[in-house]
């Protein structure tokens, strides 16, 4: 065989490179015992070298996922290939505060790492060499942009002023259940229901006035539907309810409780208090109805006859 020289200059320099390089550089021995920590490590830990050398690597570093990271290394022993994590999957394994200037509202350091097997002269896998890249930057625009593009699709479903469903979304989601509930035969019901008197209102008090009106409204029907059920802003002062699983009862107490709530409460403006009344209509599902529109149609129906009869009640059709 022929014989290994090392220069010692040259391996010398070799440690000095592996120090300068922005990623995180651990090499530990089958045992977990750390053979090399390298600058980087020690800036972001605050742990020397000296203090974690030759020691095991869980013992000096209590926070690690200690059962996840063994068995990441010991798959890459045993297989002789690399394991990796992502920060998705995992946002860090190493606990480090991030200090970039772009993200500094983030205060970890997202984390991809790369786990290398290392062999020794006769051909077996004797170290691991755990590699921490900081991608911070890249999480934090990713993240970003997932929040804008939730935030742009809560605002294309969602009424500005109620921040209940807007009318759109809400009969796009009643014809998707109206499809469903004919396939389950599931009990469902449909409320809806408008303010009473609301352009006196809006005269008397002024539209901001109006506009607290409508938004105690919104806040009364949220406290008191489940959350289970689909509640829009239909237009206006008219407000929508799709009641799943419940039979035309339970969809009637449910428009009961909320018309007592709603006389009850007192909206205080600089013009003076306001109180006020909404009116009712209920509809359960029916074979009968050949479209959700024509369901609706027929709760529509009945809050008009509630209107007629006086306001201030509720009005079930069959």
């Not at 290394?73 to 990796?84: E, G, S």
Request: neutral net charge; charged residues 25%.
């Amino acid at each position: 065989m022929p014989r290994l020289t090392v220069n010692v200059r040259d391996f010398h320099w070799g440690i000095q490179a592996l120090d300068t390089i922005d990623v995180g550089l651990v090499v530990i021995d089958i045992n977990y015992e750390v053979c090399l920590w390298n600058s980087f490590m020690q800036n972001y830990s605050g742990i020397v070298s000296t203090k974690i050398m030759t020691k095991n690597l869980f013992e000096v570093v209590p926070d690690l996922p200690e059962e996840w990271l063994k068995a990441k290394i010991d798959a890459a022993v045993k297989l002789d290939t690399r394991t990796f994590s992502r920060w998705e999957d995992r946002p860090y394994v190493f606990h480090f505060k991030n200090y970039s200037p772009y993200t500094n509202k983030s205060t970890i350091m997202y984390q991809n790492m790369v786990v290398t097997p290392l062999k020794s002269l006769n051909g077996d896998v004797s170290h691991v060499c755990i590699m921490i890249q900081d991608v911070s930057d890249i999480a934090k625009n990713k993240l970003h942009l997932e929040q804008s593009n939730q935030h742009l699709s809560n605002m294309s479903r969602t009424d500005g002023l109620t921040q209940l469903l807007n009318r759109s979304y809400w009969e796009s989601l009643l014809m998707k259940k109206y499809e469903k509930i004919i396939a389950t035969e599931a009990p469902a019901s449909l409320v809806i229901f408008d303010i009473d008197h609301f352009k006196k209102v809006n005269d008397t008090f002024g539209h901001a006035a109006g506009d607290d009106v409508i938004r105690k409204t919104a806040e009364v029907l949220r406290k008191t539907a489940r959350a289970s059920d689909h509640c829009g802003r239909y237009g206006g002062e008219e407000f929508t309810v799709l009641l799943p699983n419940t039979t035309v009862d339970q969809a009637r107490y449910f428009a009961e409780r909320l018309r007592k709530r709603i006389e009850a409460e007192v909206v205080s403006t600089e013009q003076g208090e306001i109180r006020y009344t909404i009116s009712l209509g209920v509809c359960a599902f029916d074979k009968r109805f050949r479209t959700h529109s024509e369901w609706l149609e027929h709760a529509d129906k009945a809050l008009y006859e509630s209107k007629g009869q006086g306001r201030n009640q509720t009005t079930v059709v069959a």
